[in-house]
């Protein structure tokens, strides 16, 4: 298990993102396709944000990457999707014509945690390590 390392923290916080193209028009081919996985990179990168996977498919992107504590799942979403639609614009005069409402990307965005605990060990590493008291449900180390 590989951690990052903050000033003060040590962390894995991994988030699987899936969003769309408005429409789910199928505009993400070619150089457009491209451009969105370099603007994607560059805004994770300047934010310390790895991209661990990605995808970018013809009308929708997956990312999986690791963040900061520091960072909201929202935060990550509003720069990605911010970034890439306002500079796609710039850069690709023809999707004006087709996006005519200046939104690139649909509204929403799909997120999960990606974690190598599940629910169930950390219970049980909790119940092993001490002797708990019947009584307590929230108990404290003697």
Same mark, same amino acid.
């Given at each position: 298990?590989?951690?990052?390392?903050?000033?003060?923290? #040590?962390?894995?916080?991994? =988030?699987?993102?899936?969003?769309?193209? #408005?429409?789910?028009?199928?505009?993400?081919?070619?150089?457009?396709?491209?451009?969105?996985?370099?603007?994607?990179?560059?805004?994770?990168?300047?934010?310390? @944000?790895?991209?661990?996977?990605?995808?970018?498919? #013809?009308?929708?992107?997956?990312?999986?990457?690791?963040?900061?504590?520091? @960072?909201?799942?929202?935060?990550?979403?509003?720069?990605? &999707?911010?970034?890439?639609?306002? &500079?796609?614009?710039?850069?690709?005069?023809?999707? &004006?014509?087709? =996006?005519?409402?200046?939104?690139?990307?649909?509204?929403? =965005?799909?997120?999960?945690?990606?974690?190598?605990?599940? &629910?169930?060990?950390?219970?049980?590493?909790?119940?092993?390590?001490?002797?708990? #008291?019947?009584?307590?449900?929230?108990?404290?180390?003697?």
């Amino acid at each position: 298990m590989e951690y990052r390392q903050g000033s003060h923290t #040590k962390y894995k916080i991994e =988030y699987h993102f899936v969003w769309v193209t #408005k429409y789910r028009y199928h505009v993400l081919v070619g150089d457009l396709a491209l451009r969105v996985r370099e603007l994607v990179r560059q805004t994770c990168e300047r934010h310390e @944000i790895q991209i661990l996977r990605g995808v970018v498919s #013809k009308d929708h992107v997956h990312i999986l990457v690791s963040a900061p504590p520091s @960072i909201s799942p929202s935060t990550i979403m509003r720069w990605v &999707k911010g970034r890439t639609s306002r &500079k796609l614009f710039e850069e690709f005069p023809h999707v &004006k014509k087709r =996006y005519w409402g200046r939104h690139f990307w649909a509204r929403g =965005y799909f997120c999960v945690t990606a974690g190598e605990l599940t &629910k169930e060990m950390i219970e049980e590493y909790l119940a092993h390590h001490f002797e708990p #008291k019947p009584s307590d449900r929230f108990d404290i180390e003697p």
